[in-house]
């Protein structure tokens, strides 16, 4: 697996978590498409590195913040990874807690984030880049 986009993955993690755009930006390519699971009410996928960044950020708003953690990555080869995105979460109003859990298959293209797809299922993240559990 290549060490070095699984780390862009993760700092723009961090960068989010710190709300820093700058670095966000500086990590994904400008063309970055965001493409929800399945089970998202918004089945369009966001096109952009700001718009998607926008678009994080406001779907963020209601919760507290915690950090996200990258589980169970794995290389699906052509500048792809796949792996779990798990949190835990509490609303800011209500107190209600959720636990947060998407799988991911990210492109990257020049060691930028190109893509994320996001998916329900492990087995659907799995059989998008062709590997099997």
């Keep these: 697996m290549s060490r070095k986009n699984t780390e862009t993955l993760q700092e723009g993690l961090d960068a989010f978590f710190r709300r820093d755009r700058e670095s966000w930006l500086a990590l994904s390519d400008p063309a970055f498409e965001s493409v929800p699971s399945l089970d998202w009410p918004e089945m369009e996928p966001i096109r952009g590195a700001e ?22 990555l794995r290389d ?7 792996g779990q995105m798990r949190r835990e979460m509490r609303g800011k109003a209500s107190g209600a807690t959720a636990t947060y859990s998407y799988w991911v298959v990210a492109t990257f293209r020049s060691g930028r984030v190109l ?13 998008a880049v062709g590997l099997s559990e």
């Design 76 to 82: 699906a080869g052509a500048e792809r990874v796949v």
């Design 115 to 127: 893509r994320i797809e996001w998916f329900s299922e492990r087995r659907d993240a799995l059989e």
């Design 51 to 72: 718009a998607a960044w926008d678009f994080y950020i406001e779907t963020d708003e209601p919760w507290e913040r915690t950090p996200y953690e990258l589980v169970d």
